[in-house]
């Protein structure tokens, strides 16, 4: 899967941003794709996951304040993010998984396939 992560910028605090993952060889519909992070000097850390089914999950620190969705028509998945914080600075990486263990979405081990990044910064 060939994946291609947009969307990211310079954005103030309170602000919004909305990240675009897109593949052109793939349907990312079949797949399980999930969002990542990591900034610098720390972990790849899991942000949110939407699977095939439908399942969505987000990790504990921008629940209500990001939703993540599919467009099936648009073969894209995106990440609305609200409310930014500066601590939300980071590079944000989507990644696919044909199969998905949920209960350990987080860990990027399981994701066959990343896209290039995108970076976002929250800063005044």
């Known amino acids: 899967v060939q994946l291609q992560a947009s969307g990211g910028g310079v954005v103030q605090p309170g602000g919004s941003l909305r990240l675009s993952c897109t593949s052109s060889?793939?349907?990312?519909?079949?797949?399980?794709v999930g969002w990542f992070r990591q900034a610098p000097g720390k972990e790849r850390e899991g942000v949110s996951c939407?699977?095939?089914?439908?399942?969505?999950v987000y990790t504990d620190t921008v629940k209500d304040r990001f939703t993540i969705s599919r467009d099936g028509a648009k073969n894209t998945v995106y990440l609305q993010m609200t409310s930014l914080k500066p601590e939300d600075t980071a590079i944000y990486y989507c990644?696919?998984?044909?199969?998905?263990?949920?209960?350990?979405?987080?860990?990027?081990?399981?994701?066959?396939?990343w896209g290039q990044g995108t970076l976002v910064t929250v800063s005044s």
């Open positions: 990644a696919t998984a044909e199969t998905l263990v949920w209960t350990a979405w987080k860990d990027w081990r399981q994701y066959d396939d």
């Open positions: 060889r793939f349907t990312l519909a079949a797949y399980q």
């Open positions: 939407i699977g095939s089914s439908g399942t969505i």
